[in-house]
């Protein structure tokens, strides 16, 4: 990638996100991109951001969308937030990734696409599992028709989302794991069956520990009729990793006792708190900042994230297993197991581009070479509707037809 065109990049919140995404640079460093520049309003990122990258460090995101600098914007921001820093970047001729969830609403998401559309720039839904190598492979082997027509899709996912120290507000703007974590599900699922969901059917259970939403079990139909079910449980019981030899989400060794410790974690700090446990909490979120003097390995355990040089396998979002007319497909520590008539066989990944390398590799083949964004703007729309339907079906008891659905490219 010597003599490839380097697209320079900006990068609007240097929060949690941005930092695990700094952790992880050697895999971004890879790509034909330069980390040109930041805005964030507190001085210690700005200054530790100039120390790590040599780049511009802004206080306001409408700097940097105005600086000549910076090619493609991404977007770390809470979601309230992401149609009028889109809005901006697109006005001034920048390229979009945004953060799930896309915005709060629908009609949001679509002024963000009509705007990209009019002032001619590219936007990407970004971060989801759907752009890890298992997934992506499963669709291959789904379209090849190697093991006959898919008939079903099954996901699970029990972690500790919700007792991880996220502020009360955050975790119920989002209803718990629903909008923060379910794109990641959702998306799994569109990829592998296509992306055109008929409708939605899903029920949600509560978390009385931190008084949100605990987790959702969904029923999706897609077009064509193939049926898609997805179980997420967040209240750091259950574990599904114990079904697939304990590797994280993102390839990591995952400790058995996870689920317990960021249990017990939470309740030292409720009880620590007390009736000051927001200001606890929020101060537990801001000591996992990029640029924070408390971000460091002790405090990322408490997050239940593990070193960035301890992924050794492919991530895990839970289980999925995929079912076709003649076998099954589900994840192995390195890649896939593909059951059929004649047996069992392993399909290796590599180390491919995974998470956020891997989109920002999507968005520069469709910059640089103009081919078709993977997860584009009318995407991440399309599966923000299938998340806010969970919500609506859960709370109406009843079936919730799609209507703003769009097929892979």
Known sequence: MTDAPILRLGFIGLGQAVARMFQQYPHVRKLPYRVAAAAEPRAEARAQFKRDFNGEAFETAEELCASPNVDVVYIATPPELHREQVEMAARNKKHVVV??????????????????????????????????????????????????KLVMINSWNYNEFNPRPWPTAELKASYGPILNQGPHHVDIARQIAGGMVRSVRAQKIWDGLRGVEGGYLCFLEFED?????????????????????????????????????????????????????????????DA????????????????????????????????????????????????????????????????????????????????????????????????????????????????????RQVPLP
């Open 99 to 148: 953060e799930k969830p896309m915005a709060p609403t629908l009609e949001e998401c679509a002024a963000m696409i009509q705007t990209c559309d009019r002032h001619g720039v590219k936007l990407l839904a970004g971060h989801t599992h759907s752009f890890d190598a298992p997934i992506r492979r499963m669709r291959d082997i789904v379209t090849s028709g190697e093991i006959g």
């Open 288 to 403: 996992g900042r990029y640029g924070a003097a408390a971000n460091d390995p002790e405090m990322w355990k408490l997050w239940g994230y593990n070193a960035p040089d301890e992924v050794k396998h492919q991530p895990f979002f839970g289980l999925t297993v995929v079912s076709c007319e003649r076998g099954a497909i589900r994840q192995s520590k390195d890649g896939l197991l593909v059951y059929g008539d004649h047996g069992v066989k392993e399909v290796s990944l590599g180390q491919e581009l995974r998470g956020r390398a891997a989109e920002l590799m999507d968005l520069y083949n469709g910059v640089v070479h103009g081919k078709p964004i993977f997860h584009d703007g009318r995407w991440g729309m399309a599966t923000l509707e299938v998340c806010l339907a969970i919500v609506q079906s859960a709370q109406e008891r009843r079936e919730i037809l799609m209507s």
């Open 225 to 285: 009729g193939v049926p898609a079910s997805l179980v997420y449980d967040a209240r750091a019981y259950f574990d599904t990793a114990e079904l697939y030899w304990w590797v994280g989400e993102g390839g990591a060794p995952r400790d058995p006792d996870s689920n317990r410790m960021i249990l017990q974690n939470f309740k030292k700090l409720q009880h620590e708190g007390g009736d000051d446990l927001e200001r606890v909490l929020e101060a537990a979120k």
